[in-house]
Structures are given as C-alpha cells and as structure tokens.
C-alpha cells in the first residue's frame, strides 16, 4: 500500500529555515518522480518543488526559486525539502506525492510567524 510519511515542520521565524523530509513506501520509489505540493490556510494544494527519478533534474515554483531545495535519497526512499529566508506566506501544510498520483499522507505544518 501506498504511504507517504512527512516530517519535519514547525513554527519559525521569518528569515529561518526548515528541512521537511517524506518517507515514502508501498512503490518502487527510485522509479518515479517526487514532488512537494503546499495548502496555505483557506487555499487550494499547488505544487512547490519537483525531482526526477535520480534526481538530475529540478522544478520549482517562482515563489521558492533560490530559496528552497529538493533532493532525494533513493536508498532511503525518502525525498527532502530545504526551506531557507522562510517568509509568512510559506506557512501551509506542507505534503509528498508522486505526480498525478492522488493518495495523500498526513502532511507537516509549517508556521513562519514571529
């Protein structure tokens, strides 16, 4: 069965950083594409980041270019999210996914507030 299992949220401060990771299980997870998507309060989910399978290639959305990073361990089968020069408009819920897939994990909370 399909799992992702992310981690690594919390509240900091506008200019901190933070490193989220997903365990991911259930699939061949060196196979397949990895992205992290976001839901701001009273938003609809976008996608923020994406890596290939090796992880040669990367995606970002405009709002977190230069200041986020997405990586992968593939032994690990676990994909990582490093947020740094955190601002208030970061604060979602923060989750895993393979694109187009539709299962869901419980997500990780990310508050920037001070």
């Known amino acids: 069965q399909v799992q992702f299992v992310e981690s690594g949220g919390g509240l900091v401060q506008p200019g901190g950083s933070l490193r989220l990771s997903c365990a991911a299980s259930g699939f061949i997870f060196k196979m397949y594409s990895m992205s992290w998507y976001r839901q701001p309060p009273g938003k609809e989910r976008e996608l923020v980041a994406a890596?290939?399978?090796?992880?040669?290639?990367?995606n970002y959305a405009d709002s977190v270019k230069g200041r986020f990073t997405i990586s992968r361990d593939n032994a690990q089968n676990t994909v990582y999210l490093q947020m740094n020069s955190l601002k208030a408009e970061d604060t979602a819920i923060y989750y895993c996914?393979?694109?187009?897939?539709?299962?869901w994990g419980q997500g990780t909370q990310v508050t920037v507030s001070s």
């Open positions: 890596i290939s399978s090796r992880g040669g290639s990367t």
């Open positions: 996914n393979v694109p187009s897939w539709t299962r």
